[in-house]
């Protein structure tokens, strides 16, 4: 019995825990409804056979949304004439309108949002497509991390420049 209860009262401050954690831990994160469109990193992989070829290409895709811009990368993989691998990159811009993507620019063309969140995107995968379309899903990654702006050495700190003694000239 003494055991049973144990693992009851751990159970519920784990609970607690994670509770806690959800609301004071990581600050305000925005909840997604399930299928709504959210930018952010998107993955998928999709392995084609070219019968006139006698092999396969595989394709790894990367795609990234964030701010009306889009950059989807894609490692290709070709398993024939000795083994081929490249990795190819195509940008441009989106709009989103009730979960439809429409693309301008680069190979994509369109993408619906699927229910548990991913994409399911048309276009040409890359430059070893032969010009088809294919469509492919993706699996929703997180969200695009913030880059932080370069910093400078000789930042203007009350009318001064602050100097470092890589800023000194060697002579002086």
């Known amino acids: ?3 049973k209860r144990v693992t009851r009262i751990g159970s519920i401050l784990m609970a607690l825990l994670l509770a806690f954690a959800g609301i004071f831990g990581a600050g305000a994160q925005t909840v997604r409804a ?3 469109f959210q930018e952010g990193i998107y993955t998928g992989s999709v392995t084609k056979t070219v019968q006139a070829m006698g092999g396969d290409i595989h394709y790894d895709i990367t795609l990234t949304l964030s701010q ?3 950059q989807y990368a894609v490692d290709v993989i070709v398993s024939v004439m000795g083994g081929y691998s490249d990795t190819e990159t ?6 989103e309108e009730s979960g439809s993507l ?3 620019g680069g190979n994509l063309q369109s993408a619906t949002v699927r229910q548990e969140g991913g994409l399911e995107i048309t276009g ?3 430059s070893f497509a032969g010009g088809s ?4 899903a993706l699996a929703y990654q997180g969200p695009v991390e913030p880059t932080e702006p370069d910093s400078h050495e000789d930042v203007l700190v009350s009318g001064n420049y602050v100097l470092t003694a890589d800023s000194y000239y060697e002579g002086a």
């Open 102 to 104: 429409t693309f301008a």
């Open 34 to 36: 399930e299928g709504a």
């Open 90 to 95: 195509y940008e441009g811009t989106y709009t």
């Open 133 to 136: 379309t294919a469509t492919v």
């Open 124 to 126: 040409t995968l890359s």
């Open 1 to 3: 019995m003494k055991t």
């Open 68 to 70: 009306g811009r889009y």
